[in-house]
């Protein structure tokens, strides 16, 4: 059964946005802790933690944890030429994959059986934070666990373009 939900990143990278379902109701929360770092927390609409998600110690990995701070996945960016890739490693749950053509603002998620998990697509134009529109079809992760792997999509794709720019500036 397919459930869809709204989402936004922050412009400043910190402080709580909403998510809502089809219906425009508020179904929780995503709590960008602070600017200057990627770490997310999905909460309840009354404020309790479901799951957050952040970069490991040193590391280009996003991991998502549970309320109680058990790690029950982690993204990474895989290598390709013409396509943006992603893993992520539902512990316990399988290997997905995700992925978007070259210079496209639309994913798709791919269970190990290449079965359409989720899909998802950034609904923001060019000068506002990024929002999206996240459609699981998946009974195996909930929707508060798909946006912790897209907001952690997000902050590998900021930290990439982060790390490019400033490779070239040096240069």
Not at 95 to 111: K, N
Not at 138 to 158: R, W, Y
């Amino acid at each position: 059964m397919k459930k869809t939900v709204y989402f936004s990143d922050n412009f400043f990278s910190s402080g709580e946005t909403d998510i809502y379902n089809e219906n425009q109701k508020i179904i929780g929360k995503i709590d960008l802790r602070s600017a200057f770092s990627a770490a997310v927390d999905i909460k309840t609409p009354d404020g309790k933690i479901i799951l957050s998600g952040s970069f490991g110690f040193f590391s280009n990995k996003w991991y998502v944890k549970d309320h109680e701070e058990k790690e029950i996945g982690e993204l990474r960016g895989r290598f390709a030429f013409f396509k943006s890739i992603y893993e992520y490693k539902a512990h316990g749950r399988g290997i997905y994959r995700l992925e978007s053509p070259a210079f496209s603002r639309e994913y798709t998620l791919f269970d190990k059986n290449d079965d359409l998990a989720a899909e998802f697509k950034r609904t923001d134009s060019f000068f506002e934070a990024a929002a999206f529109e996240l459609s699981d079809y998946t009974p195996d992760l909930g929707s508060e666990e798909l946006v912790a792997v897209v907001m952690g999509m997000n902050a590998i794709q900021k930290r990439r373009r982060s790390q490019n720019s400033s490779g070239s500036a040096a240069t």
